[in-house]
Nanobody, 124 residues
Framework: QVQLVESGGGLVQAGGSLRLSCAAS????????MGWFRQAPGKEREFVAV???????YYADSVKGRFTISRDNAKNTVYLQMNSLKPEDTAVYYC??????????????????WGQGTQVTVSS
């Protein structure tokens, strides 16, 4: 049974930083692409970042240069370091996994497993 458990969310002032973690179990972690998505109230879930099994990374334009995704295969954990946070980054952040393929997948329906989400609130 695959489980993804996010942690690290919270309340932070604009310009601050947070680091999200997602601990995975029940899958061969090193073989999976791991993504972060977010969903603000009244909006669709949107892609934030993905790190492929080989370590290459891709980001949404809205977070490029501010967020960094990384993974520790020894700990079965993926991270999202978020710097220079803005009020518009406020959302529930979800970790997701998918079997690695040739294509980079940035749509939420392309992911197989999801965590429960962690709230990030950025105050102005």
């Amino acid at each position: 049974q695959v489980q993804l458990v996010e942690s690290g969310g919270g309340l932070v002032q604009a310009g601050g930083s947070l680091r999200l973690s997602c601990a995975a179990s029940g899958l061969t972690f090193s073989s999976y692409a791991m993504g972060w998505f977010r969903q603000a109230p009244g909006k669709e879930r949107e892609f934030v970042a993905v790190i492929r099994s080989g370590g290459s990374t891709y980001y949404a334009d809205s977070v490029k240069g501010r967020f960094t995704i990384s993974r520790d295969n020894a700990k079965n954990t993926v991270y999202l370091q978020m710097n220079s946070l803005k009020p518009e980054d406020t959302a529930v952040y979800y970790c997701a996994s998918r079997t690695e393929t040739i294509l980079v997948v940035t749509t939420y329906n392309g992911y197989d497993y999801w965590g429960q989400g962690t709230q990030v609130t950025v105050s102005s």
